[in-house]
């Protein structure tokens, strides 16, 4: 069982930065890949980052070059540093852990920007 708490979202102007984290409890040993999702207002969930156990990391087609994943194993964390972000950047980002049967999510954190 692994518990996934989100933070850092909030309203930014286009071209800023915004650095978003989730914090992983619970029996994090059992974490393999851990990600970030983002969620706009009527479109599907859709894959933004991920990043492995052995750190090696993808990234969808929109966010690559502008976006980074990065993850702490000591302090259980993973962070996804935005830059030169765009309104249709906006969209609820998840968290999301990998573990061998399942996969755990956090409950979401508003990333808003404005033109």
């Known amino acids: 069982q692994v518990q996934l708490v989100e933070s850092g979202g909030g309203l930014v102007q286009a071209g800023g930065s915004l650095r978003l984290t989730c914090a992983a409890s619970?029996?994090?040993?059992?974490?393999?890949?851990m990600a970030w999702y983002r969620q706009a207002p009527g479109k599907q969930r859709e894959l933004v980052a991920i990043?492995?156990?052995?750190?090696?990391?993808n990234y969808a087609g929109s966010v690559k070059g502008r976006f980074t994943i990065s993850r702490d194993h000591a302090k259980h964390t993973v962070d996804l540093q935005m830059n030169s972000l765009k309104p249709e950047d906006t969209a609820v980002y998840y968290c999301?852990?990998?573990?061998?049967?399942?996969?755990?999510w956090g409950q979401g954190t508003q990333v808003t920007v404005s033109s």
């Open positions: 999301a852990a990998d573990e061998i049967i399942r996969r755990s």
């Open positions: 990043i492995t156990s052995g750190g090696s990391t």
């Open positions: 619970g029996d994090i040993f059992r974490i393999t890949d």
